[in-house]
Antibody, heavy 119, light 110 residues
Framework: QVQVQESGPGLVNPSETLSLTCSVS????????WSWIRQPPGKGLEWIGY???????NYNPPLKSRVAISVDTSKNQFSLKLTSVTAADTAMYYC???????????????WGPGTMVTV | QSVLTQPPSVSGTPGQRVTLSCSGS????????VYWYQQFPGTAPRLLIY???QRPSGVPDRFSGSKSGTSASLAISGLRSEDEADYYC???????????FGGGTKLTVL
């Protein structure tokens, strides 16, 4: 059974870079699109961006100038970096696998438990 | 403000049928599949409906989805106390070239 787990520092100083990792176990990171999604406390969900194991990437336009998503297939992991963070970036950060192989426009079927990041 | 519009709250009594709405545009709902997610406090969202009206295995048939034009709906029949949660719609937006979520609807079972 495939499981995903987010990890990273729970506290980041303003203006610094937030770095998170999503580790995939029980299955390969290959052949699926993977997304980062965040949720500020008490608020709704916001898609950050997705990546494919080949390196194909797409970011949410409002965040594009500050976001970088990368993949490490040897470790079955992918990562999120968000630069110049402010209090507005305080949120629960989730990684999620898209539902259908090789399809970026199919929704998010498998979610990690999330990791809370406070700026 | 979200690209997709959902009512902030909906309530119902046990056994009742409730409908949650999600309104968008031709760039998103009008041209792409709609997905619905259920989220309980302190937990990750769970896929409830995919491709407008399909249920993943394990989702009770009390939950049903539909789409018409630039709007979508999630219906819950035989409402139960355990259905009390937040519900989000999501869809790919061709104009933004990205995924968008509705602001979410908090369902209260009275």
């Amino acid at each position: 059974q495939v499981q995903v787990q987010e990890s990273g520092p729970g506290l980041v100083n303003p203006s610094e870079t937030l770095s998170l990792t999503c580790s995939v176990s029980g299955g390969s990171i290959s052949n699926y699109y993977w997304s980062w999604i965040r949720q500020p406390p008490g608020k709704g969900l916001e898609w950050i961006g997705y990546m494919y194991y080949t390196g194909s990437i797409n970011y949410n336009p409002p965040l594009k100038s500050r976001v970088a998503i990368s993949v490490d297939t040897s470790k079955n992991q992918f990562s999120l970096k968000l630069t110049s963070v402010t209090a507005a970036d305080t949120a629960m950060y989730y990684c999620a696998r898209h539902r259908v192989q090789m399809e970026a426009h199919d929704g998010f079927a498998l979610w990690g438990p999330g990791t809370m990041v406070t700026v | 403000q979200s690209v997709l519009t959902q009512p902030p709250s909906v309530s119902g009594t046990p056994g009742q049928r409730v409908t949650l709405s999600c309104s968008g545009s031709n760039f998103n709902i009008g041209n792409n599949y709609v997905y619905w997610y259920q989220q309980f406090p302190g937990t990750a969202p769970r896929l409830l409906i995919y491709r407008n009206d399909q249920r993943p295995s394990g989702v009770p048939d009390r939950f049903s989805g539909s789409k018409s034009g630039t709007s979508a709906s999630l219906a819950i029949s035989g409402l139960r106390s355990e259905d009390e949660a937040d519900y989000y719609c999501a869809v790919w937006d061709d104009s933004l070239s990205g995924w968008v979520f509705g602001g979410g609807t908090k369902l209260t079972v009275l």
